[in-house]
Structures are given as structure tokens and as C-alpha cells.
């Protein structure tokens, strides 16, 4: 339990961080390509631009599980490069744990990069919410809410094991939040899709719906 604590909050800490530097507030802090697929659903960026995301999302992935393989010593068997498998539970109760904290963090960062009094806090929330799970919910399934974090493991050690779990429970709770905070919000879209607005960086996606222009929110948040 110590263990996982520490681990989360080593995660969390390095969530914000991303977040929170210059490039995380220009390109939005994504790096999980659920939460860009519920982004694209709202409507907040290109397919063009939601493809080259999750592409560049899975090469990061997988070109960190090398650095890791190159640094970490090799052949030995309790070194896994943190691959994601059900817990003992099973895999129905390890994909009702990644839809449910995906729900969960999508919907926490809808909510709150929305309020202007809150949206300068996401970032902290979103490395809280990641430090929670992986101290609470990890056992369960391992704790993946991404795709792409699965998949690097994966390809590195052959080990596919209900891999299509990491890949369908978090986009499907990341979907199923934006389309609640869609009808809660009676089809008023969201700001930019980025993590972080209360920056001078301007919101580089290309979106057709536009009812509060991130302009104007940027300007009232400087």
C-alpha cells in the first residue's frame, strides 16, 4: 500500500508537471488518446488533428518503454516495464475499474477547466485523481485509464493479455463522460481542449463548434 502511494505520487507529481510546462500548455496536456477520442467527440478538435495525437501518443509509449528497457537491467523476470493485467479479481472487475476511473477523471476535467474559478486548478486535480487511483485501484486492474500506456508494455514483452480491456474500458468512460457533460450542460460545448487555460497560450485546434470563443475565456482569466 506504501509502496503504491509513493508510486502515485510519484505519477501524479510528473502528470502536473507535463501538464503545467510550456509545452503542456501549448499542446493541450493530453497524452492519453481516450481522453483526445472524447475530445474529438465534443467536438473540440480535427479528426486530422485527433489522428496525428493518438498517433504521436502511442510512438511515446513505446519509445519510452525502450529508453526504460536500455536503462533498467535486463532479463530479469520481475522487471515487466509496468504491464497492465486484471488483478485477481478477474477481467470484468478490472474493466469496470478502468471505465470507472476514466469516467472519473474525464468528467473532472470537463467540469473544472469549464468554471473559471476552478480551471487554474485542473492540472492539480487531474495529478490528485492519478495518485488516488493508483494508490486505491491499481490492484484491480493495474491502473492504465490510457491506451497507449498498455500498449508500450505490451509490444515489448509479446504480453497481450485483455489488452482490448486497456483499450475500450478507458475510451468508453472518457466517452460516456463528455456525453453527460454534454446533456448537463444542455449541448453548450466546452472551452479549448486543453488541461490548462489559465495561460497567454492560444488554443491551437481546429474545431467547427465554437459557442464561448476561448479567445474571450483566455482574456478573462488573465
Known sequence: MELRALMGLAVGATVVAIVISPWGKQSGGHFNPALTAAFYRLGKISLADA???????????????????YLLPVGRPAIRYAVTTPGVRGSAVAFIGELTVSFVLM???????????????????VGLLYTIFITLEAPFSGMSMNPARSFGPALHLGYWHAIWLYFTAPTLGMLIAAEVFLRARRGVYPFCAKLHHANNKRCIFRHGTEPHPDRNYVRREA
Open 51 to 69: 489522428v496525428f495525437y493518438i498517433v504521436a501518443q502511442f510512438s511515446g509509449a513505446v519509445g519510452g518503454v525502450s529508453i526504460a528497457r
Open 107 to 125: 468528467s473532472t476535467i470537463l467540469v473544472s477547466s469549464n468554471r473559471e474559478s476552478l480551471s487554474r486548478y485542473t492540472p492539480y486535480l
